[in-house]
């Protein structure tokens, strides 16, 4: 447990044996780093997305007895139905990371150039997947268990050519705040967590890397410590993880 490299902000140790993890794209990018370094701190871990041959490959790079992986669908009619199941499955969840998006089909546009079907696609994918995602899953977090949405920097800038994905960042940030608003003390701790550019294994596949970006590993460490209630952002929702080197903050970058 605990083998990989820690930044310098992080505890040396993080044990979460015996907790069980849900992570709602855990085969994309930052997910896998998620679920590596949750797995990493002793958790239980299903991945979940749409894509069964992508959770198989996430699961023969990870090749871990605590991982496993299940087919998903945020938008799919029978969802509610799918996280009972899941959730009977392994006993419900200490914690769920939501790290869902997508950048649509329509490529870079401006944002009047968008038809409405592109909208109604960039909306549903972005945000009607974290707001359906939020109300299958809160009932099946246990009593003092962490829901956390993994967000980017968009939610608070412009982002031109990508209004749709920023839009929709926006949108979910306030939607998860709100959620912890309404829940605060009545279930579970709920966290915001606006990340910078992260090195995400696609990225580096295309030849697009920068040492000086995020690992999706850190990430996931910082998550382990909220799960663990060991971080010092334990009592804030809104956290920013942007400079590798400072770790997570409170206030944006
Ligand atoms: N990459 C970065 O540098 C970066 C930077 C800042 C913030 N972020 C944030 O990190 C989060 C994840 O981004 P990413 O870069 O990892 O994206 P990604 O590689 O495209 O991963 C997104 C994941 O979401 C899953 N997904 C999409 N639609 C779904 C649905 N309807 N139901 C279930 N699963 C679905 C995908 O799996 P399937 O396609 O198999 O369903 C995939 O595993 C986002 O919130 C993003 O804003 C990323």
Do not use: C
């Given at each position: 447990?605990?083998?990989?490299?820690?930044?310098?902000?992080?505890?040396?140790?993080?044990?979460?044996?015996?907790?069980?993890?849900?992570?709602?794209?855990?085969?994309?990018?930052?997910?896998?780093?998620?679920?590596?370094?949750?797995?990493?701190?002793?958790?239980?871990?299903?991945?979940?997305?749409?894509?069964?041959?992508?959770?198989?490959?996430?699961?023969?790079?990870?090749?871990?007895?605590?991982?496993?992986?299940?087919?998903?669908?945020?938008?799919?009619?029978?969802?509610?139905?799918?996280?009972?199941?899941?959730?009977?499955?392994?006993?419900?969840?200490?914690?769920?990371?939501?790290?869902?998006?997508?950048?649509?089909?329509?490529?870079?546009?401006?944002?009047?150039?968008?038809?409405?079907?592109?909208?109604?696609?960039?909306?549903?994918?972005?945000?009607?997947?974290?707001?359906?995602?939020?109300?299958?899953?809160?009932?099946?977090?246990?009593?003092?268990?962490?829901?956390?949405?993994?967000?980017?920097l968009?939610?608070d800038?412009?982002?031109?050519?990508?209004?749709?994905?920023?839009?929709?960042?926006?949108?979910?940030?306030?939607?998860?705040?709100?959620?912890?608003?309404?829940?605060?003390?009545?279930?579970?701790?709920?966290?915001e967590v606006i990340?910078?550019?992260?090195?995400?294994?696609?990225?580096?596949?295309?030849?697009?890397?920068?040492?000086?970006?995020?690992?999706?590993?850190?990430?996931?460490?910082?998550?382990?410590?909220?799960?663990?209630?060991?971080?010092p952002l334990?009592?804030e929702v809104l956290h920013y993880l942007v400079d590798?080197?400072a770790g997570p903050s409170g206030s944006a970058p």
């Amino acid at each position: 447990m605990n083998t990989l490299t820690r930044p310098a902000w992080a505890h040396p140790h993080t044990d979460l044996n015996g907790r069980t993890a849900l992570v709602v794209g855990g085969a994309g990018g930052v997910g896998e780093g998620v679920v590596r370094a949750l797995v990493d701190a002793g958790a239980a871990v299903v991945a979940a997305g749409r894509s069964r041959s992508r959770l198989d490959e996430l699961a023969s790079r990870l090749r871990s007895p605590r991982l496993h992986t299940t087919v998903l669908d945020a938008l799919a009619e029978d969802l509610d139905h799918a996280v009972t199941a899941l959730a009977a499955e392994h006993g419900g969840f200490d914690a769920v990371i939501v790290s869902v998006a997508s950048w649509g089909n329509q490529g870079r546009k401006p944002l009047l150039a968008l038809t409405d079907a592109e909208w109604d696609a960039l909306l549903a994918a972005n945000q009607t997947t974290v707001f359906r995602l939020y109300r299958a899953l809160v009932p099946h977090i246990s009593a003092g268990g962490v829901l956390v949405q993994l967000n980017g920097l968009s939610a608070d800038l412009p982002f031109p050519g990508a209004g749709g994905v920023a839009l929709t960042a926006a949108a979910t940030k306030s939607l998860t705040r709100t959620l912890a608003a309404e829940l605060a003390g009545r279930g579970p701790r709920i966290h915001e967590v606006i990340l910078g550019v992260v090195r995400t294994r696609a990225r580096q596949l295309a030849g697009v890397d920068d040492p000086r970006w995020i690992e999706g590993t850190e990430v996931g460490i910082h998550l382990a410590e909220l799960i663990a209630g060991t971080s010092p952002l334990t009592g804030e929702v809104l956290h920013y993880l942007v400079d590798k080197t400072a770790g997570p903050s409170g206030s944006a970058p």
